[in-house]
């Protein structure tokens, strides 16, 4: 269905070419997952089947990709729109209308569908995905999840042959995000569609995947193999990998299901290390003075006839690290939203540091509390790399390189001249990051930052927020990673439909959730031990 023939790509005005010689073939019916770190060259691939690369992208594509026997050197993506169907990373980029019902019936309308055909298969989406409820909402309206699942919805309902993904559940909650993948399996399993999805959630997807490629980076090589050969050997691994390499367990299990019939003897060591070992490590993690920094009360915040906050209470000290979980659309980003003003609550208050979240205003504002969107291009305006560090400098009143030396500590290795739109999601959000930091705020609010990244950059992340709790910031982050969650948060907030449903201790809150529990947690319940290196340090003690 798919074939890359000696496939090399180089983008115009770089050194080196982003892929290298890639020989690659994708049977009808596959599921077939991509990873590698932030910007390898996964999106490269993936727009290569579509004709995006070179038609759109610009650049040399040397070699030859087929797809359904048709050469995209000569079908540019108008041409391949009836057999490839493509849902971007960024949602809005893709959107041509203004409501969710039209949006899915667009894509059906360019192909020349009949009313009573599009009509069906607008009814069996909203179903499908869950979007029933939303089908006459403003795109504009919905939450990054929503708009993520009204993309694929999208692409669904023209039925293609061949389905490409680029982090499809980044910004999905753990419930829409098996939904979604539920749906791609029936795709695959009944209908023989042939799905290209890269994701870098491996937790969520590779129990799914047919074959896994790995794209190194640098023109090197792809690694293509089963999920077990690949997870085997591979450097980065999902949390049920990584227990399983600890336990010496073989085969590896690439699943909690596979993990928990191997933990039988693993849970028996631990029990006895289990609650004070787990409950240390947690408590160690971060300094907290006790000194309030962000404080919502009774907030009630209405989005026209929506409401999105109703009566929620929340509280956040300095040095503390609080994870603000919830499904989509739960009101995760309007409550960081009132914490700078975005968002006035018609009761209840917000406050920061003590002052009226809705009064801050300018270099008060940024002084006190730095919010990183769910689109972190929201934050950038410059057309090279070196001007938005250099201006968010003088901004801050920082020394010049302030900002370059956070944005290399997150994600080094990315260019001065680069235009912010042309990298990676994963490398935006950490540009954005690093704007925020240079003010130096106590309060740092963060709307699902781990969105593109790979585990690499996440453990970045981690390391940063972990160093700016220790000393005496508070940060807010609201997130469906519940890996990221289990490795950083002390504290978990879940809000459902507005409301505050549960707050309290990360090992308390994320363990007796089944749809919040991180995958270790899954694997040794009702044991309280959140992350393999937990794990690890209880089993070194021992």
């Known amino acids: 269905m798919i ?60 070699g030859r990709v087929t ?13 391949l729109a009836d057999v490839v169907g493509v849902v971007p990373q960024d949602p809005l980029s893709g959107f041509v209308t203004d409501l969710v019902e039209d949006e899915l019936a667009y894509g059906m309308e360019s192909i020349g569908l009949a009313p009573d055909v599009m009509r069906r298969r607008v ?27 009204v993309a694929i919805g999208a692409v669904l309902t023209t039925h293609p042959q061949v389905l490409v993904l680029d982090e499809p559940t980044s910004a999905l909650d753990p419930g829409a995000a098996e939904e979604v993948l539920a749906a791609l399996q029936r795709l695959v399993h009944d209908l023989g569609v042939t799905v290209l999805l890269a994701e870098h959630r491996l937790e969520r997807v590779v129990q799914y995947a047919d074959r896994v490629v790995v794209v190194p980076g640098a023109g090197e090589p792809l690694v ?12 980065v691994a999902p949390p049920v990998v990584e227990l399983g390499r600890l336990a010496g367990w073989s085969p590896l299990p690439l699943s909690v299901r596979d993990a928990r019939r191997a933990a039988g003897p693993l849970r028996e060591r631990l029990e006895p290390l289990a609650h004070d070992a787990a409950l240390r490590a947690r408590s160690s993690m971060h300094v907290v003075d006790g000194e309030p920094a962000v404080v919502v009360e009774d907030a009630v915040v209405r989005h026209g006839g929506v409401v999105a906050l109703r009566g929620a209470t929340v509280a956040a000290d300095r040095g503390e690290i609080v994870a603000v979980m919830g499904r989509n659309g739960a009101g995760k980003s309007t409550l960081l ?57 003088r901004d801050a009143g920082a020394a010049p390189g302030s900002s370059r030396t956070i944005l290399d500590s997150l994600a080094p290795g990315i260019h001065d001249d680069i235009h912010p739109r042309d990298l990676s999601e994963g490398q935006r959000l950490a540009l954005a990051l690093a704007v925020v930091l240079a003010s130096d705020p106590p309060v740092l609010l963060l709307d699902e930052p781990t969105r593109g990244l790979d585990y ?12 700016l709790a220790e000393q005496g ?36 809150v994320v363990v007796g959730s089944p749809m ?26 021992s």
């Open 516 to 541: 919040f529990a991180p995958q270790v947690s899954k694997v040794l319940a009702p044991q309280p031990w959140l992350t393999v290196a937990e794990v690890a340090a209880a089993l070194a003690a």
């Open 337 to 393: 939203g009132s914490l700078v003003g975005l968002h006035t609550p018609s009761s209840g208050s917000a406050t920061v540091c003590g002052v009226p979240a809705s009064g801050l205003r300018g270099r008060d504002l940024v002084s006190r509390v730095g919010l990183v969107p769910q689109e972190p291009t929201d934050l950038l305006v410059a057309d090279r790399v070196a001007d938005e560090l250099a201006s968010a400098d």
């Open 67 to 79: 797809v359904a026997g048709r050469d995209t050197r000569t079908h540019p993506p108008r041409e």
């Open 3 to 62: 074939r890359f023939d000696d496939v090399t790509v180089t983008y115009d005005g770089a050194a080196a070419p982003v892929l290298s010689h890639v020989d690659l073939h994708v049977p009808e019916g596959e599921l077939v997952l991509v990873v590698g770190r932030t910007g390898s060259g996964k999106s490269t691939l993936l727009r290569c089947v579509n004709g995006l690369v070179p038609h759109f992208t610009g650049g040399t594509l040397r």
């Open 224 to 235: 293509v193999g089963t999920p077990a050969e690949v997870m085997a050997h591979a450097p």
């Open 123 to 149: 009814e069996e989406t909203l179903d499908l995905l869950g979007l029933a409820d939303l089908r006459h909402r403003p795109l504009l309206s919905l939450s990054g999840g929503q708009r993520q699942r």
């Open 456 to 467: 690499a950059a996440k453990k970045r992340l981690v390391a940063t927020l972990r160093r």
């Open 473 to 508: 910031r508070c940060v807010v982050l609201a997130t469906h990673d519940v890996e990221l969650a289990a490795e950083v948060a002390t504290r978990v907030v879940v809000l459902a439909d507005g409301e505050v449903v549960a707050d309290g201790p990360a090992t308390e």
